[in-house]
Structures are given as C-alpha cells and as structure tokens.
C-alpha cells in the first residue's frame, strides 16, 4: 500500500488516499453526504486555503531593471556615455534622466497593466460544486478543505486531489502527466497503481473532468496537492506580445533608426555650419535622444491594460492583452441562441399529451434539482412545470445523459416492482424511435414544425416498461411509446437587438450556431434583427463539399446552422478563417474547446460554460450575453484609434524639432541654432508625454460603430496619418517655430550671419530659442487637439470629454513657464523671459495647427 502524499504531522495525520472508502471517510472524519458548514470553516483555519503558494510579490526589482536596459534605453546610455566623454556633463545628466523618467513610467505602467490582468481573477472566482450539510453549495475552490465532497461534472476542473466515493469519470490529466488520452477514473476499481498519479480511484487538482459524473472526497489542498509540490509549475502565465505591439516595436525602431541617421548626418554638416567638432556632436547627440521614441511602446500596453479593464467592467474578461486589439477587429460572430441571444429562463408554454405518463416521464427523465436550481434551464422548466422538485435518485437503475450529438437523454427507473424507461430529446431523434403508424409520424412532425415556427423550443418525451435492464443506450431508447410534445418559450435578451443592430451598421455579420431545430433557431435569430437569410442544418453541412460551404459563407446575408454539433463549430471556425473573416465563435460546452482556440476569438459563458471552454476561450462572457460580445468590439476599436491617436501625436513633434536644426546646418551657421539640446530634451520628457497618455484614454468617437472594420492587413501607421503628422500638423508648426524665432531676432536688429553669443544680440538670442521652445509647446497643445479625433470633426467629440488630456495640457504649460520664468531653471535650460508682445504672438498657434487638420479632416469627409 503506498502513502500519497506525508503532509507536516502539525496540521493533520498522514491520510492514505488508496485506503477502502469507508476507512478514508472515517480518517478524514466525514460523511459521503460531506462536511457541515461548520466544520468546513473550522477545518479552513487549520488547513489554510486551497491555493498554491504565488511566486509573484519581490520581482518588481527586476522589472525595473528590464526598462533601465532595454535596446532602445541602451542605445541612450551609449549617447549619454558619449556626451560624458564630451566633457558636457549637464546633457550626459539630462539623459540619465530622461531614462530613469521613462524606465520609471514604464515601469508603473506594466505595473498597471498586469495588474489590471491579475484583477480579472476577482470578477470570475473559480467556484467548485461541494456536498455541505447534505447539499450542493459552489464555494470559491479556495475554500475547500479535506473531507469536503466533490461534484464532479463534466467540463469541470478539478480543484483538489480527491478519491471517487460514486460514479465513473474520464480526465484529462494531460497537465500532470502529459499523456493527452483522457483516463477512466472509477469509484469501486481496485487500486494497485504503483504510483498515485495512475491509481484508477484518484483525481487530482488541475486536470479536468471531461465526461461522467462522480462524487469524490478531497484528501489533499493547496501546497499538498500533487500538483501543488511540483513547484515548478508555476501558476503564472506568461504573456505573448500582440501583433499591435509587435508592429508598434518595429516602427520604433525604424523611428529610432532615423534618429541615429538624423544625429549622425548631423556631425558633418554642424561642423561645415561652423559648430566646433565638440559642439556638434553635442547636437547629434541632442538631436538623437530627442527622436528615439522609448516611451511609445509601455504607453501602448498601458492603453491594451486599459481596454482590459473597462472591458471586464462590461462583463468581457479578456484574458491575453493582445486579444483586445483583435476583438476591434471582428468581421464576423458565430453566436449560440439558447443564453446568449435568449434569456436561457424557460417555461413551459405548450403540451400535447398522448396519455397520462407524460408528467412522471418528465419528472425521472432529468437531472436538474429545483432546490438547490442546479441543473440545465430546460429541464428546470419542465420540472416546475410538472410541480416537481427533481427525480428520485435511490430508484435509478441507468442513465444516459444529454448528449449534444445525439440530442435526447434517457433514464432507466424502478416504479414499483416495473423498470421504465424514459426518454425526452429532439423530436427528429426520438420520434424514429417510437413505434406508430407512418401517417402518424408526419402529423406530429408537421405539429413539431408549427410549433417551432412559432419559437418554441419543442421536446417529445417517449417511455416504454422493459422487462430487465437493457444492456446498452441503443437497446434502451428503441420501441418506445410517444407520451407527449413540450413546446417551451425562451424569450430574446431585451438588449440584443440593438446589439445586432450596431453589428450590421458595424459591417459585422451575425451567424446563429445552435443545437437547437431551424425554424425555431431561425425565427428567434428574426426576432433579434439577424437575417437568418439561409438555414442550414447539421445533415446538410455535413453534406456541403468545402468550397460550397465556402461560397455560403462568402455571400451576403447570415445563415442559422441547426441542429449543430460541436464539430460543426470547429468547420465553420475554419471555413471562415479561411475565407480571410476574422471570427468570434461563442461556446459552453467540453467539445466546443478546439473551435474556441480556433476561432480568432473564443467566447466561452461565464455562467453556464465549462471550465474547458473558459480554459480554451480568449474571451469570458461574466453574463454571457450578446450584447456584451458587441460592448468588447467596441471597446477594441476604442482601443486601437486611441493607439493610433497617440502616435500620431508623438510623430507630429519631430518636424519642429528637426526643421530647426536642418535650418542651421543648410545656412551653413549663417542662421544660429533656433533651439538648445537640453530644451528638445525638455520637450522630449517634460512636456509630451502626459497628453500623449492622456490620448490613450480618448473616449470613443463617434460613429465608431457604424464604420467598417479593420482589415487584417492594415497597420497601425498609415498613409494619412504620416500626412496629417508630418504633412499638416509637423510642417505648419515648424513655419510658426521658426517665424517666432526669427520675429525675436529681426525685432532686436539682428541680420543674418551677425554672432549672436556675445554682445548685444546675446540676450536677444536667449529669448529667441526660448520663443521657438514656448512655440513647440504651444504647437503640441493644438497637435493634441488635433489627434483627438481622426475623422469626425472635434465639436462632434466634444471639447471637454478627455479631461485627462486637459489635465495634461495644464501640466504641460505649468512646466514649460516654470522653465522660462524661474531664474535657477532659466541658467540651466538657457531660456529667458519672453515679453509681452511675444506671448501674444504664441497664443493663436494652438487653434491654428489644430484648425489646418480639422479644415483637413472636414475635406476628407466631404470628398469620401
Ligand atoms: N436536457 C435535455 N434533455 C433532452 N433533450 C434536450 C435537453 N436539452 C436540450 N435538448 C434537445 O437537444 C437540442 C440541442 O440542445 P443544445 O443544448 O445542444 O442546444 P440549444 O440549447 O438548443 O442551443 P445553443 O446551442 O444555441 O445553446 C435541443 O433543441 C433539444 O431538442
């Protein structure tokens, strides 16, 4: 006999988990009826909670550390290194700081961003079913404790190690030891596995229960599991990089490319320009750490962290970063009905009786329990209908339970001293399976079929006396006796039609997926706006050669497929992808899984999916409503505009800054430097980056919803953008940069070519970078204004809605005056008071840059 696990003899005894039940139960002083709540919470105080230990907690050193030396951070230090050999000693500090600055903001912001992820854990507690007192409670799997008994169900994670006490169940232990065929695990099966991982009676924390039923009583918690002393795997998961920031990294450093080029372009022609050879590469070095744009990419994760966030507030847990991005970029949904376009609340609405057994048949053919209101809606529905509050278990002989296949359930029971068996399931696949005369058969499928136009979903319910228990499922549900059709009603969500509504203005297309009959699917999916243009059921489909499945779903209109099976979703997934749509395929149960990890997006039900679904989705519905899938895509359209608004703005910036330079160095020094390294440094951190942030949480545009979507292939930069960032904003405000510079000097009799670093012009020259830095600020002010919006005009977004934005442009200037008024700054940052007359020539540049691009945008709207 071996001993599975020695936990510390403190806490508790050494449990043998392979010992007879009997003797286990009365070592872990419990009932097969489980603990009482009582003795569960005291027994929760001794064993601690069933959670493995985190590894998380002291590794934000190290996360730190990894903004201070990442390339782009690196290629700094390397410029800073070199301004330090330069002998400028302010620069090499200023650009330590600029790097500490944006590793620090980084570094807050991937904070933020894994802990908006991390908190999804706290809107979808992982409840498990356990007998309390005699009935099923869904504690958090944190709370269980040994002595506790399981429910197992299919499509559930098991969260403790535990020995079967009833039932048979297959797992999937694929996590623990890697074999991926599910094993059986049954309770009366003799044990003489050699090691506990392959006894025949023991299920252990993580796997999954894939089919079957059992009760099972937990022996082992938290740290004890098995899977809790294999230390190595961590609970944590790692996260991938999403295509968006992917393709934000590479034009980051095509960016920072540039900027290399630009600065080192720069030496010889500063240098040619007159600039001592120290002097000019001062500048180069000034010029390069102005353009390489490290902080675009944490502000983009800041953004997706963002989504995440105000997404699960929706009641759409998202659980990879980059799926936010590609949820705004849906074409295509493949919805279930019953829960997701419905209600999921039945009621009987009609019954056509064909004796007096129907209401018993209903009562024993059924697994739902009206106290405890567990248990599928359809058959809670017929229970209360019925005026019963489930089966009686102690008389069951067999059961074979609901399959989405097969479509029916059956129940073999003692009534008395008769054995009975009881059938209910789809009409199409329980009526070949009763005996009457053929006339007969069509009748009642015509019933069925006006039944089902009218919405109902329809039930026949059959039964017949068998003399012994029949030795398979096939054996039992033949030759039975129709008892009666049940049409229930399941009435449409309120909100979902004008989720699909937005859907069609969206030029997203809704299909139904469901195991349910055509015309009952098709007219629900009327009822809620979707076309339901073409209906096609699981025989058909599966008749359908690929590129005529292809070609249906390439045309215009959406399509119902009924009587569905799961695999059909795994096609339709396929089909679609293939067809270039980019699909969100909604799903509850074990086998919807592989079409969920196919579909770009799974969506698995919060309430009434699976573990295995919620394992395999990359989207978890908290309410599992339509309308809630609808609420996502909008938010991951938000999402990506907001991306695309804030690299609009920090391109805008480049051209002022640059322009000057070239200026200097064309004129061969004839024209002094319009600029100092340490302002283009001021300007690269102090004043853009909180408005640039601020864009990142840019409230939706509107007609948001009414544009087409995304195509695959488009990137985040895009032609117009470049235009109305270099074209428009960038060239507008590096004519008003140098105008004010160049007002500056002329007003104070400057010529061209007259020095300007000592004497009279002096002081004038101060003033005059110093205009031409208060002019980029101003510039930016009006930029950001500009980016809010990439198409509409900005009264229709409202000018006060980014509060945060106004936040930051009050920010911005507050700095930017404190640089040109406070003497200690002022020697530092070579900037000098600006008179009067030049401020009231700064004021107009905001509402000039940003008037330019909304003449531009207003002309792209009228000419689309
Ligand atoms: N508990 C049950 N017992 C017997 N038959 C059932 C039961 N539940 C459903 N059915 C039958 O099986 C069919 C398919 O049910 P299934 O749950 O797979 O899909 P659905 O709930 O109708 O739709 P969706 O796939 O959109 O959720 C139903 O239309 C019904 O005829």
């Given at each position: 006999m071996t001993t599975h696990l020695k936990p510390e003899p403190a806490e508790a005894p050494p449990i043998d988990a392979s010992e007879p039940v009997s003797r286990l139960l009365r070592d872990l002083r419990t009932t097969p009826s489980g603990l009482t709540a009582r003795e569960a919470a005291r027994r929760l105080q001794v064993s601690g909670p069933n959670a493995l230990p985190s590894h998380g907690g002291h590794r934000w050193p190290l996360a730190l550390l990894r903004q201070l030396i990442h390339p782009l951070a690196l290629l700094l230090w390397v410029a800073g290194g070199l301004a330090w050999v330069a002998g400028t000693t302010n620069l090499a500090i200023a650009i330590a700081a600029v790097i500490l600055l944006n590793g620090l903001l980084a570094f807050v912001q991937e904070q933020q961003a894994e802990k908006a992820v991390e908190a999804l854990g706290k809107y979808l507690p992982d409840r498990a079913p356990v007998l309390r007192d005699g009935q099923v409670w869904h504690v958090p799997a944190t709370e269980l404790v040994p002595g506790d008994v399981l429910v197992l169900e299919e499509g559930n994670r098991i969260p403790a190690d535990a020995r079967l006490i009833d039932g048979t169940v297959d797992v999937d232990a694929s996590m623990l030891t890697g074999e991926s065929v599910p094993v059986t695990r049954t309770a009366d099966a003799r044990d003489d596995a050699a090691r506990p991982l392959d006894s025949p009676v023991l299920v252990f924390s993580g796997t999954v229960c894939v089919a079957g039923a059992a009760h099972a009583v937990v022996h082992a918690t938290g740290r004890h599991t098995e899977i809790g002393r294999i230390a190595s795997l961590s609970s944590r998961v790692g996260r991938e990089e999403s295509p968006l920031e992917r393709q934000v990294r590479r034009v980051a450093w095509l960016i920072a490319l540039v900027a290399v080029v630009v600065g080192v372009g720069f030496l010889p022609l500063g240098w040619l320009a007159g600039l001592s050879w120290p002097a000019a590469f001062v500048f180069a070095i000034g010029l390069l750490v102005a353009n390489v744009p490290e902080g675009l990419l944490p502000t983009i994760t800041l953004a997706l962290a963002a989504g995440v966030r105000s997404m699960a507030k929706a009641g759409a847990l998202v659980k990879r970063l980059s799926a936010v991005e590609t949820l705004g970029s849906t074409t295509v949904?493949?919805?279930?009905?019953?829960?997701?376009?419905?209600?999921?609340?039945?009621?009987?609405?009609?019954?056509?009786?064909?004796?007096?057994?129907?209401?018993?048949?209903?009562?024993?053919?059924?697994?739902?329990?009206?106290?405890?209101?567990?248990?599928?809606?359809?058959?809670?529905?017929?229970?209360?209908?019925?005026?019963?509050?489930?089966?009686?278990?102690?008389?069951?002989?067999?059961?074979?339970?609901?399959?989405?296949?097969?479509?029916?359930?059956?129940?073999?029971?003692?009534?008395?001293?008769?054995?009975?068996?009881?059938?209910?399931?789809?009409?199409?696949?329980?009526?070949?399976?009763?005996?009457?005369?053929?006339?007969?058969?069509?009748?009642?499928?015509?019933?069925?079929?006006?039944?089902?136009?009218?919405?109902?979903?329809?039930?026949?319910?059959?039964?017949?006396?068998?003399?012994?228990?029949?030795?398979?499922?096939?054996?039992?549900?033949?030759?039975?006796?129709?008892?009666?059709?049940?049409?229930?009603?399941?009435?449409?969500?309120?909100?979902?039609?004008?989720?699909?509504?937005?859907?069609?203005?969206?030029?997203?297309?809704?299909h139904v997926v469901t195991g349910d009959n055509g015309r009952t699917a098709a007219e629900i999916a009327r009822r809620v706006g979707i076309g339901a243009d073409r209906v096609i059921s699981g025989e058909e489909l599966a008749e359908l050669p690929e590129p005529a499945l292809d070609e249906a779903l390439t045309a215009n209109g959406e399509i119902v497929f009924s009587r569905a099976a799961p695999e059909d979703k795994l096609r339709i997934a396929d089909a679609l992808r293939d067809c270039g749509e980019v699909v969100a395929m909604t799903g509850d149960g074990v086998n919807d899984a592989p079409a969920l990890r196919r579909a770009d997006i799974g969506v698995a039900m919060g309430i009434g999916g699976t573990d295995v679904a919620k394992e395999a989705a990359t989207v978890v519905l908290t309410d599992d409503n339509f309308a809630t899938i609808v609420a996502g895509v909008r938010e991951g359209r938000r999402v990506f505009d907001n991306v695309r608004k804030f690299v609009l703005y920090i391109f805008a910036h480049a051209v002022p800054e640059v322009l000057p330079f070239l200026l200097f160095a064309v004129s061969g020094g004839m024209i002094p430097l319009p600029l100092t390294v340490l302002q283009i440094l001021a300007i690269d951190l102090g004043t853009e980056t909180l408005p640039a942030l601020a864009l990142g949480r840019e409230p939706a545009e509107p007609g948001l919803m009414s544009r087409r979507p995304r195509r695959r292939s488009e990137g985040v930069v895009t032609g117009r953008m470049l235009l109305r960032a270099w074209g428009i904003m960038g060239l507008v405000s590096g004519v008003l940069v140098l105008g004010a510079f160049f007002a500056v000097l002329y007003a104070a009799g400057w010529h061209p070519g007259a020095d300007v670093t000592s004497g009279a012009l002096h002081a004038a020259y101060l003033q005059a970078t110093t205009a031409s830095f208060a002019a980029i600020v101003f510039c930016q002010v009006g930029t950001a204004f500009a980016a809010r919006t990439e198409r509409v005009s900005l009264r229709s977004a409202g000018l006060t809605t980014n509060r945060l934005l106004l936040g930051g442009i009050a920010f911005e200037l507050v700095f930017a005056a404190a640089l040109i008024y406070l003497p200690p700054l002022q020697a530092l940052f070579g900037t000098a008071a600006l008179p009067g007359w030049v401020v009231a020539m700064l004021l107009p540049m905001p509402v000039i840059v940003w008037g330019l691009d909304e003449v531009f945008r207003w002309a792209t709207r009228h000419s689309a």
């Open positions: 949904i493949c919805t279930d009905k019953t829960g997701t376009l419905t209600r999921n609340e039945m009621s009987v609405e009609e019954v056509h009786s064909f004796g007096d057994a129907l209401v018993e048949a209903l009562v024993r053919c059924s697994t739902a329990d009206v106290t405890g209101s567990s248990g599928d809606p359809t058959e809670l529905a017929l229970l209360r209908y019925a005026g019963s509050t489930g089966a009686d278990l102690s008389a069951r002989k067999a059961l074979y339970p609901f399959d989405p296949r097969l479509k029916r359930m059956s129940t073999v029971d003692l009534v008395g001293d008769a054995l009975w068996v009881s059938t209910k399931g789809a009409p199409e696949q329980v009526l070949p399976r009763c005996t009457m005369p053929v006339g007969e058969r069509t009748r009642l499928l015509a019933l069925v079929d006006e039944m089902a136009g009218r919405a109902l979903r329809v039930l026949a319910v059959a039964g017949r006396r068998v003399p012994a228990l029949p030795g398979s499922r096939e054996e039992t549900e033949t030759d039975l006796d129709l008892l009666g059709l049940v049409g229930l009603v399941d009435p449409p969500r309120p909100e979902v039609a004008a989720a699909v509504a937005d859907c069609h203005s969206a030029g997203i297309r809704v």
